[in-house]
Every structure is written in structure tokens, then in C-alpha cells.
């Protein structure tokens, strides 16, 4: 999967804005840096479930099976939110 | 708009903006009550640098506090502004290619030009596409333009105007806003660049008003070509284009104002820049946020010709000081219908 060329997140001192384009406007959340850190480690590529959850080992320090778990609710969050394309 | 900024405002403002241009952490705190920040928010918007501001706030101290509501609308605006500019480089490679696959060349004009010499160029606003192409290529390229079936409006000065995957182009067949021909310099280069960028100016400071944008684009221009051009003939340039005293005026604003001493003047004593620095903040981005103005701009076209002729008239005192030679050119443009 890869997630939404036109999404977008900006920064701007400790805090982080999601844009996302939609046919009547954008919405705008504001998010974490830890979002906004995996967002940018993705945006752009294809990646699975696998390489969601290997740079959370990686760049966290985490157990396997927790960060399976956790790639899967971010993984789950960015569906929800409709940010992801095939 | 009738607003009054303070001093305070206006120096945060300077410092966020000198900051961001030349992406330099800023030393001291600015410590600003929440409707100050709201005003250094209208006034970037207005002047049309919210990118350039936005970087600015990005290098304050750690620990200047920037109310969150502040902080999320300059994302907002700087996020706006990142996916315009990428749709116009896009828009500019196609047309480029467009126009190149047809055996022309077209050389870019200022707001895409300008960008390219800004450290983050995907920060300076955009919102068309100027194109030059010289003598009888011009015509060539309107050929090009009507068979993709695109339709194209013709102003007076014999430049057109079209849509291309809706962006405005204007293609234009003169690329300096001067009605002299003496030994003007080759293009495209950096000469032809500098003086292009300066005239630009001069005409908006004249005529409708300007924005600090265009400032900012002669600052960075300026430091971009430093190495490509020469001071000494550069400032013969404009002394033989009848703009010594102009220049002289616009590089004293941009060193105080702005940080910039890569102009050609860095030697010379500066004339005191205020009489700009009131065009600027009278008007911002050409003039349209001025008092008066944004009620003309959606009337006829007799109203709008009448606000900028009310205009042209209170600037007279600076345009025969700065623009005489071009001023009754401005003034035969006017009636026919290019200002």
C-alpha cells in the first residue's frame, strides 16, 4: 500500500498539521510528532504491514510482537482516516 | 484595509521575515500578546511572504511561545502555498516542454524565476506563469498555444493571456516593464534579471502599489546572482537606464529592511528608504489590499482605472523623483488599458 500523494503533513516548532485534500475542502488535524515521524519514513513508497512494523523495532526499540501490533493500529488509523491507496 | 499596525508588530514582523529568508535562528525571544501575532499573521498574508514568516517562527528560541492557534494557521496557509507552488512547477515543465518540443525556447519570468532564488522556493507564493519569448518567436509560440486549441485573451501592450491546465499564463513579448531601448542587457542572464526584477518594482511603486513579495524577490535575486554579475557594471546598468536614483533607493530598503548588501550600492551613502517602505505597507501585493482598493477591483473597469489614476497622482512626488522618464509611459498605458 502507499499512502496519499496529496496528504500531507507540515510542522512548525513542536507542532504538526494533516492535511487532507477532499472533494468539498480539506480537513485539518493535528497530529504528533510521532505521527508526523512515521508519516514521513512512508510518504511516498510502498510499504506493508511488515516495514510499518520492522522501523518501529528499528527506530523505537521495540519488542516485535508489540510493534506488530502497533503497526497494525497505525496501519488501521491511516485506513480509518482514509489516507492510504493501493 | 484600515488598520494601523504598531512599531512593535512591524519589527517582529521584520525579524521573522529577515529570519526566514536567510534561514538564521533568531537570537532573542518575541514575546507578543496573542492579537500582535494575529497582526503579523494578516500583515505576511497581506504582503504575500507567509511562507518566509512561517520559517521565521520556525527560528525562534527554544521557548518563545507562539499561541497553538497561531501556529496552525501558518501551517495551514505555508501547506496551501507548498501545493500551489509544486502545481505551478508542474504547470511551467509541461508548458516548457510544450513549447521546447515545438523548437521554441521560453524563457520564465518572475514569480517562478524569483522562487528559484529563495533558499526554500516552495515557500514564496505563486499564482501564474509569466513567459517571455523574444521577437518573432513570440508569435510563433501564440501559434503553438491556439493549435492545443487553447484560447487566448490579447491585452494592449500585445501580450496574451490563457489558461494552461488552469494556471494562468501570461506570455509576453517585452520582458522590462521600461519604455527605453539604450544597451538594455541580453536574455535572459543576470543582468537582464536584476533589471527586469527592479523595473517591475518601480512600475507597481508608481502605479497600483507593491508588496514586500517583489522586495523580498529583488533581495534574493540579488544574493543568488552575486557571483554571476559585476557591481560596477551592473550600477552602470541602471545609470544608463535612467534608474541610479531608484536603485539606490530600493537597495537601502532591502539592506535595512531586508539584511541585503549584495546590491551594487554597498559602497555608496543610501537614501533614507521610508517613502518605500509607506508604498509597501499603504498597499501589500500590489496594491490590492490598500484602502479603497479591493471595492474598485470588484467594480467596472472605469473604477479601477479611477483609483489607480488617484493613485498615480499621490505617488507623483516619488515618481518624478524615481520614474520620471517612465512615468508618462505609465500614465499612455493606463489609457490604453495595461495598468
Redesign the interface.
Known amino acids: 500500500m502507499k499512502l496519499r500523494k496529496d496528504c500531507?503533513v507540515?510542522?512548525?516548532?513542536d507542532?504538526?498539521?494533516l492535511?487532507i485534500p477532499s472533494g468539498d475542502g480539506e480537513r485539518?488535524l493535528?497530529v504528533n510528532a510521532g505521527f508526523h515521524d512515521i508519516w514521513e519514513a512512508f510518504a511516498g513508497r510502498n510499504f506493508t504491514l511488515g516495514d510499518v512494523s520492522d522501523h518501529l523495532c528499528k527506530e523505537y526499540g521495540m519488542e516485535p510482537e508489540k510493534a506488530a501490533a502497533e503497526a497494525s493500529d497505525i496501519i488501521g488509523l491511516w485506513k480509518e482516516y482514509g489516507l492510504t491507496e493501493q | 484595509m484600515e488598520r494601523i499596525w504598531t512599531d512593535r508588530t512591524i519589527d517582529a514582523f521584520f525579524i521573522l521575515l529577515r529570519s526566514g529568508l536567510e534561514e538564521k535562528d533568531i537570537e532573542h525571544p518575541l514575546i507578543l500578546t496573542e492579537e500582535e501575532w494575529e497582526d503579523i499573521l494578516s500583515v505576511s498574508a497581506m504582503q504575500t511572504v507567509t511562507g518566509q514568516v512561517a520559517r521565521g517562527i520556525a527560528h525562534l528560541p527554544a521557548g518563545n511561545d507562539v499561541p497553538d492557534m497561531i501556529l496552525m494557521k501558518f501551517m495551514k496557509k505555508t501547506d496551501h502555498i507548498v501545493r500551489t507552488s509544486a502545481i505551478i512547477s508542474e504547470v511551467r515543465d509541461k508548458l516548457v516542454s510544450a513549447f521546447r518540443a515545438g523548437g521554441l525556447d521560453p524563457v520564465i519570468m518572475k514569480g517562478p524565476e524569483s522562487a528559484s532564488f529563495y533558499l526554500r522556493p516552495e515557500l514564496r507564493e505563486s499564482g501564474d506563469l509569466d513567459i517571455f519569448f523574444p521577437g518573432d518567436s513570440f508569435e510563433k509560440a501564440c501559434d503553438q498555444v491556439s493549435s492545443m486549441g487553447i484560447i487566448m485573451d490579447k491585452a494592449p501592450d500585445g501580450s496574451v493571456r490563457y489558461l494552461f491546465e488552469g494556471i494562468e499564463i501570461d506570455q509576453h513579448q517585452k520582458y522590462f516593464d521600461l519604455h527605453t531601448e539604450r544597451q538594455l542587457p541580453e536574455v535572459p542572464g543576470p543582468y537582464a534579471t536584476l533589471l527586469m526584477l527592479s523595473s517591475h518594482i518601480l512600475k507597481h511603486c508608481m502605479t497600483a502599489g507593491v508588496g514586500l513579495r517583489q522586495l523580498c524577490d529583488m533581495a534574493m535575486a540579488y544574493r543568488a546572482l552575486e557571483d554571476s554579475y559585476d557591481k560596477t557594471a551592473l550600477a552602470a546598468m541602471f545609470e544608463r537606464t535612467g534608474l541610479e536614483s531608484w536603485n539606490k533607493l530600493l537597495a537601502s530598503f532591502l539592506e535595512k529592511h531586508l539584511g541585503c548588501r549584495s546590491h551594487p550600492y554597498s559602497q555608496d551613502e543610501l537614501p533614507d528608504p521610508t517613502v518605500l517602505m509607506d508604498i509597501i505597507m499603504e498597499g501589500g501585493n500590489f496594491g490590492h489590499h490598500a484602502a479603497g482598493r479591493q471595492k474598485a477591483e470588484k467594480g467596472p473597469l472605469s473604477a479601477r482605472k479611477k483609483d489607480t489614476v488617484a493613485r498615480m497622482l499621490r505617488r507623483l512626488p516619488f515618481s518624478l523623483k524615481y520614474g520620471r522618464k517612465e512615468l508618462f509611459c505609465y500614465f499612455a498605458e493606463l489609457v490604453r488599458g495595461n495598468i
Open positions: 500531507r507540515t510542522g512548525l516548532r507542532k504538526y498539521l492535511v485539518n493535528e
